[in-house]
């Protein structure tokens, strides 16, 4: 009889969302660390942060908001590299190249459709993360340096968020899906009351 309680409290915990998700997440994090530790790389929480953004993104989204970041970061990047090696690491320099990714991302967005679905406002907050950890960070080796860092660091935690995904995929049941829907839509309507409001006054 006890046994038989403990086996399904057991049973009950090992199949909880909740834990299943903080595994996955701590597993892939850790990993992205070590892959960056043994790439040689000094900044190894770079990717660590990249794998808990995709990780920790909602049930089925986690390919395309990879594939945000990717871009984002390598437009980011290859944009810090270009103003900061040669305009400097000036706070208006910085302001500019934050204009210019949003000019860039959306004339990119109309330029093909495929594009258009992937350079949205997540790539263009990517950028503008990977432009400001180039810019305004002050460090001493060279831009493009630190840019090509940053990118294989952003990198690794994207595949490695991504391999988890495939090797230990988050499978939920139709009832939690109804509940994460559910949420988001009186999120949208809480919003839009605030909104309202806001008009109002």
Request: aromatic fraction near 8%; proline fraction near 3%; hydrophobic fraction near 50%.
């Amino acid at each position: 009889m006890m046994a038989t309680r403990f086996r399904n409290w057991l049973r009950s915990r090992l199949t909880n969302p909740v834990l299943k998700l903080s595994a996955r997440t701590a597993v892939a994090t850790v990993a992205a660390v070590l892959v960056a530790h043994l790439s040689g790389l000094a900044e190894s929480y770079w990717a660590a942060i990249a794998t808990l953004i995709v990780m920790q993104s909602a049930l089925g989204t986690s390919l395309p908001v990879a594939g945000r970041e990717f871009l984002g970061t390598a437009l980011g990047v290859s944009m810090g590299a270009v103003l900061a090696g040669n305009f400097g690491r000036g706070v208006l320099t910085f302001g500019a190249g934050i204009f210019l990714l949003g000019l860039i991302c959306g004339a990119l967005g109309y330029a093909h459709p495929y594009l258009r679905n992937r350079l949205d406002r997540t790539a263009y907050r990517y950028a503008g993360i990977a432009l400001i950890i180039v810019m305004l960070i002050p460090r001493p080796d060279p831009a493009w340096l630190i840019a090509v860092h940053r990118f294989s660091e952003v990198s690794i935690g994207i595949v490695v968020a991504v391999a988890m995904s495939v090797v230990w995929p988050e499978r939920e049941s139709a009832k939690v899906m109804d509940k994460v829907r559910g949420n988001a839509h009186d999120s949208r309507a809480v919003n839009e009351q605030l909104i309202t409001v806001g008009n109002d006054d």
